[in-house]
């Protein structure tokens, strides 16, 4: 029995109809008039503007992501040796036509090792206290004969580096990006190193370091040694001589290789004969080094002047200047 009782407040039985969907909306996939597209559509069946703007976006980065993943997976294959710790990052680039300066040109693949998929990167430490001169000549040779990505860092070891030193292996590629496209990289570090040192690939050969040295890899890169030994050994003793006399030597020692130089001179346009050669690199960039320049013997003017017309040593002196 109940407590209590109340009267109903409202008569008889409601009928309620409870809703099956809550909310209804038109179907925009399947327009009269007009055939189903697998698109963002609008109500009227075009397609959004934006959207087709973020999938243009999204595909042009699908495709950059694309090209990184194959440049990582071609560095998988061989370790390359730059240096990590950076801290400040300039990155420049100069690439240009082949030049008549050598007859004879150096298969890459040749001196160094067969190319894997990952841009053959040389990486070059050197002190800015003392630019390695005979290295830049080369860069610019280098340059003339293959598509070079040069790069050029500062290590955290030095404090400060001038200007034309960040900007000494040219202006910013602006494909720089796209490291597939070159052929060979060449990536300078400003770092306090008590000569300079040359790293390519650790698995195939070891640290190369002296100037000289990493001049003689560089310039196999460009043409053969000389196939007469004898030729080959008067080069060498020309590079030995300007790193070791003209560069480092004392006055007595830098007078006798500038009358050898007058000497040889008199009777050759070069100093290896009638073909440009490294060792006319190495003796410009030391006599310009030392600043016998202005006082050397007249034939020894002329072969400046001569190296001079060929226009790869313009970034060697403005960085004496």
Known sequence: MPMYQVKPICGGDIKIDLPTCMYKVPNIHAQQGKSCTPEHALQNGEVDPAVKALEARQDEIMRKLYE??????GLAKTVMTPDADLDLTVSSSLSSQCSTTFKNTTDLDTVLGKDLGALRDIVINANPVQ???????LHSLLCQHYRVLSTVHVHSSV?????????CLGPRHTDSYARHMFQLGFTLIWKDVPKPQMKFSIKNMCPIEGEANIARFLFKLLAPYPSDPAVATLVDSWVDMAFFQLAEGSVKERSAVLRALNSTLGSNPWLS????SLADVACYCCVL??????????????WIKSCE?????????????
Request: glycine letters at 6%; aromatic letters at 4%; a positive charge.
């Open 273 to 276: 004969g009638p073909e440009f």
């Open 68 to 73: 990184l993943k194959a440049a990582v997976e």
């Open 309 to 321: 017309n060929l226009g790869h040593f313009s970034h060697a002196k403005l960085l004496l200047k």
């Open 131 to 137: 630019p390695p001169l005979t290295l830049l000549v």
């Open 289 to 302: 080094q030392s600043g016998s320049a202005s006082s050397s013997p007249a034939n020894v003017q002329r």
């Open 159 to 167: 404090a400060s580096v001038p200007p034309q030193l960040l900007s």
